[in-house]
């Protein structure tokens, strides 16, 4: 283990964890960054809509700006994946697979991935036809067929997105009946360009170049059959892997990391930003500025908390 201290650790290098890189940076913070890869959930995100300043492109061609950003502010970058954080009075350390790191302070971005079908073709066709954002990429839904799987308010809210793009959109669940709140239910069953499929699952993605489409099978006879799709919305919920750090900061029912308005968790020193804190919408254009503010947040701990003074966030 190294006996230097840096001011933060950054743990994700995601939007959110980029973006708290960069501000640290500036800061002229000390700042490591240590995450299993460059982009996070960007990864799969496929073409970008909506994030501010990048028109219509892959979310690779934003890593790219991204890591050059970092780059050009030298920042420190380690690829590994963390194991455990443990504090030592004020100090934090910060354990991979390979070596420790100390630090003053920790911004965890290790951001929620989006639950997985885990059934034949799924990872083949990810931004090809299979999508885990619909509010990303409902647009591509234009004129074709899609499908949301899910039955809880991210799957409904998926669906009257995807409803306004889509000539048919078939909404797709295991059960007969739904965990949406009931004024989204009624307001899809108003919708003309919707079916349900009620206690129904998909076995298997397939196509050629791109997703043509789906195997339902109906859970009440045990019948399958190919239904003819161009896009899939998967909205079965969301999963954080948080184990490094929950024993230290406090979670919600979710599992989700509680913050503040200043991304400030329940531990002083640890901060978090992005999908695995309890923030609403779970976007990267949220998670970057999120991350802005925990790095800022970050400095004003080191500066004046630290040195006993008078932080003007406080």
Known sequence: ????????????????????????????????????????????????????????GESFNLIEIIERQLRELNVEIVLNEVKKVEKMNEIFKVITDKEAFLGRSIIATGGSIPKKLGIPGEEDFIGRGVSYCAICDAPFSRNRTAAVIGGGNSAFHAL???AKYANKVYLIHR???????????????????????????????????????????????????????????????????IDYIKHLVKTDESGYIIVDKHQRTSCEGIFAAGDITDRPYK????????????????????????????????
């Open 1 to 56: 283990m190294s006996s230097e201290i840096y001011d933060v650790i950054i743990i994700g290098c995601g939007p959110a964890g980029a973006s708290a890189a960069i501000y640290a940076a500036r800061k002229k913070l000390r700042a490591l960054v240590i995450s299993r890869d460059l982009g996070g959930q960007l990864l799969i995100a496929g073409r970008l809509e909506n994030y501010l300043g990048f028109i219509g």
């Open 160 to 162: 009257l997105t995807v």
């Open 175 to 241: 059960r007969d009946s739904f965990r949406a709140d009931p004024i989204l239910i009624d307001e899809a069953r108003k919708l003309n360009n919707v079916e349900f499929l009620m206690n129904s699952t998909v076995e298997k993605i397939f196509g050629k170049n791109k997703l043509e489409g789906i195997v339902i099978k109906n859970l009440l006879d045990g019948k399958t059959y190919n239904l003819n799709m161009d896009v899939i919305y998967i909205e079965i919920g969301r999963e954080v892997n």
């Open 283 to 314: 976007q990267a254009i949220v998670a970057a500025g999120d991350g802005a503010v925990a790095a800022l947040s970050a400095y004003d701990y080191i500066v004046y908390s630290i040195k006993n003074l008078t932080s003007p966030s406080k």
